[in-house]
């Protein structure tokens, strides 16, 4: 369950337990009592996404039950109804036949029950044998937010959109017993079938400072164990919120259903970490006999790992398509604005493109990848090759609409013998960091190189989305990536976050090439490096650089010439939303 905006460094844990604390209750968020029932008259265009999902108005956050059934595609997600921030929640339902058009429903589930009277929180979609889809979902039962499961079923099977959902009155199926925290126990993930025939799922929870994926076990789905040792559980973390659990293949591009167990897979363990507002994941064995996960032993399994995003990107959810054997991954990407923005522009929040899942044939970590259905969007189209930046060459891409674009580019370099020494008091787990103190402008050897996007002519907003390249021991490299929203924007309001967001890349550079794609569209820009190994997204607000006012260059503040492979350009159109 990812609540409102809150962005917080890594802080030790002791301070952040004071913020995960209010008179013993999880409280990640703010409520804003005063904002939250403001039902927006008029809402402004400005910095709205063209080809992101977003509703017309209002608050959105975590992207829930995500699911392929009968050839359509189901996308719920947490939404207010009656305002811009957080605050009345409901399930709002969304359908589509190719994940870009989308056809908005009425909620699907919402407060109505004793057993979700204060709330309705994320989880997740299971189609059970018979073809029979169940939601599963966190309920509030009282003010002090003590959490439940719940589940809801179709009210009619044979309606292809699946519109209205019953929660029966055997609800709830899982309480809490005397050794969970109340307060703390959301998110029920999609279950999986044991080889003994019961089902599994996991839901978040913390106990103190440790964050817990708790295991359930049923073989009805309607009565529900809980397994004594937790699945998964970390210390120092805080609270886990919207865990994912599901396998992928160690050989070819074809995924996997959540219930494959056993073969030549490994298995993903993701949580949302509470107290930082990041997703991470780490790769690993699922031990079907004593229902453990257990990381490899070259995982980093907390706060410094892996994560799917290095930016603006929280509570994501994935989900299994058995129309193209794919594992499809939704990510929600709150506003960096301050709340009384949103509140004044009458929308916040929204659904990141929509990226598949495969495992990187090195087997350390994940490939995301926009889904190909995107590229019905691509309108018009620049080409560019062999195209060299000298140092402090800074290049237009002149030709489609820089507010709204998909930019593929390959660089190559010659030599990495230009590349800058590692500092050794360096953090090797704080890329951010490092991109603050080395960021575009920062004359290096190999980079700064990259794009420019949602610039202004002049340069007085831009954010540059870039590379730099540092020599480690001997022959070992260090990439990093950045997309850095510093000077995105003039304005520079209290609450206004504008970080440099960065991760780490790791790539073989043997053909010294690196690539990159960004996803641009007014208030967001979505990158992937390498084709996928490091994924950044930034939200940002441009008051100069915004619709035919902005541009978009390539870019080489580096002494080493680099060239332009291949860049490949297009403007992007807008696609159906029906009803939002």
């Not at 219930?259 to 949302?272: A, L, N, P, T």
């Not at 990495?416 to 704080?430: G, I, M, V």
């Not at 890349?505 to 090439?513: C, G, Y």
Request: glycine content about 6%; proline content about 6%.
């Amino acid at each position: 369950m990812g609540f409102e905006k809150s962005f917080l460094p890594a802080l030790p844990f002791f301070f952040l337990c004071s913020l995960l604390l209010n008179n013993g209750v999880e409280a990640s968020h703010k409520v804003y009592v005063h904002l939250q029932s403001i039902s927006a008259e008029t809402v402004k265009d400005l910095h709205r996404t063209g080809y992101h999902f977003q509703p017309t108005k209002h608050w959105i956050n975590d992207p829930n039950g995500p699911m392929y059934f009968n050839g359509v595609y189901h996308l719920f997600y947490q939404y207010n109804p009656k305002g811009a921030v957080w605050g009345n929640i409901v399930w709002a339902h969304s359908v589509s036949k190719d994940l870009i058009n989308w056809e908005r429903l009425e909620p699907a589930i919402f407060p109505s029950k004793p057993f979700d009277k204060y709330g309705c929180w994320s989880g997740s979609a299971t189609v059970l044998p018979g073809n029979k889809p169940v939601i599963l979902y966190s309920g509030i039962i009282d003010e002090n937010k003590t959490q439940v499961q719940n589940y809801a079923v179709p009210e009619n099977i044979s309606d292809p959109y699946l519109v209205k959902w019953n929660k029966p009155d055997n609800n709830p199926l899982i309480v809490a017993d005397k050794h969970v925290n109340k307060t703390a126990f959301r998110d029920p993930t999609t279950a999986w079938l044991g080889k003994d025939g019961q089902w599994r799922i996991t839901i978040g929870s913390r106990k103190k400072e440790k964050g817990i994926s708790l295991l359930y076990k049923s073989k009805d789905f309607m009565k529900w164990t809980k397994v004594k040792k937790p699945l998964h559980s970390v210390q120092g973390t805080g609270n886990w919120e919207c865990p994912d659990f599901f396998p992928v293949s160690k050989h070819g591009t074809k995924e996997l259903d959540t219930s494959v167990i056993e073969g030549d897979i490994k298995h993903v363990m993701k949580i949302s970490l509470d107290a930082t507002r990041y997703d991470y994941y780490t790769l690993g064995t699922y031990d079907t006999e004593k229902d453990r996960y257990i990381p490899d032993k070259d995982m980093v399994d907390g706060w410094k790992g892996l994560r799917y995003d290095y930016g603006n990107f929280y509570a994501s959810k994935s989900f299994f398509d058995p129309a193209k054997n794919r594992r499809i991954l939704w990510g929600w990407a709150n506003e960096s604005d301050p709340v009384d923005d949103d509140a004044r522009k009458g929308w916040a929040g929204i659904q990141l493109i929509p990226r598949t899942i495969v495992l990187d044939p090195n087997g350390k970590q994940l490939l995301q990848w926009p889904v190909e259905e995107l590229e019905t969007l691509r309108g018009k189209k620049v080409e560019w090759s062999d195209k060299k930046l000298e140092k402090n060459d800074r290049i237009q891409i002149e030709g489609i609409s820089a507010a709204q674009a998909d930019v593929e580019v390959t660089f190559t370099f010659k030599s990495l013998d230009k590349a800058e020494p590692f500092d050794p008091s360096w953090d090797r787990y704080d890329a951010e960091k490092l991109c603050g103190q080395k960021g575009s402008t920062v004359q290096g050897g190999l980079g700064p190189f990259g794009l420019l996007t949602l610039a202004s002519e002049n340069l007085e907003e831009y954010t540059p989305v870039f590379f730099r390249i540092f020599q480690d021991k001997e022959d070992k490299y260090v990439v990093l990536m950045c997309s850095d929203a510093s000077k995105s924007s003039l304005e520079d309001k209290e609450n206004m976050y504008k970080p440099s967001f960065a991760g780490f890349v790791d790539v073989d550079l043997t053909d010294k090439k690196l690539s990159l794609r960004s996803l641009i569209d007014h208030s967001v820009v979505e990158s992937f490096g390498a084709k996928g190994k490091t994924c950044i997204t930034s939200r940002v607000y441009p008051t100069i650089a915004k619709y035919t006012h902005a541009h978009l260059y390539a870019f080489n503040n580096g002494t080493e010439t680099i060239e332009i492979e291949s860049l490949n350009a297009w403007s992007m159109k807008n696609p159906q939303l029906m009803n939002q």
